[in-house]
């Protein structure tokens, strides 16, 4: 259990009932069938562009800008994946009595606690092993403003438990202590 990272955070009276981390390792989500096609076009294209600026001798500026987008599709390419996994590595949950509670650590540190009797909505997205991830909240669009976040999901500002082992059985436990909360 990793109830001792909360220990500070909890309320009078409040106990946790569940507590976990989100799965080690690179993660896959539906969006990248477009997005992993599209970053090796674009790191591709980048890659050419400043080989060609550098073969004819360009002015410095396009070999500088040519050096920046290759950066930028190696990131979309390789980098977004380790960066999330680095982030998920260091993420802690709990389902307690009373709330919701995700933390995050530095550097993009953040602490969202959510009170059961007023949960927004709640979306359980399962897979055949019993994996999965509770959101909270209804999810952005898209093609919204979100910058980065969208390429990264553990830092998407809608909170959620990211897969997470026996999504089921934590989803149920969320139902079935909200429905206590506001019965109370």
Do not use: H
Not at 76 to 90: E, Q
Not at 121 to 136: K, P, Q, T, Y
Request: neutral net charge; aromatic residues 16%; hydrophobic residues 50%.
């Amino acid at each position: 259990m990793t109830d001792e990272f909360f220990s500070n955070r909890l309320l009078d009276g409040e106990r946790v009932l569940w507590s976990g981390q989100p799965a080690c390792g690179l993660s896959l989500r539906n969006r990248d069938v477009f997005l992993i096609p599209f970053s090796l076009l674009w790191c591709g294209f980048a890659v050419f562009w400043t080989i060609s600026a550098g073969r004819m001798n360009a002015p410095w500026f396009f070999i500088t800008v040519g050096g920046f987008f290759v950066c930028m599709g190696l990131y979309f390419v390789f980098g977004r994946f380790l960066f999330d996994a680095w982030l998920r590595s260091d993420m802690r949950y709990a389902v307690t009595n009373l709330r919701i509670l995700i933390m995050r650590p530095e550097p993009f540190g953040r602490f969202t606690a959510l009170a059961l009797d007023r949960l927004p909505a709640v979306d359980l997205n399962e897979r055949v092993d019993g994996s999965g991830s509770i959101r909270f909240g209804v999810p952005a669009p898209v093609w919204g403003n979100r910058g980065w976040t969208d390429l990264t999901p553990a830092l998407d500002p809608t909170p959620q438990f990211l897969m997470i082992d026996d999504a089921r059985r934590v989803f149920d436990l969320i139902q079935e202590n909200a429905r206590k909360s506001a019965t109370a």
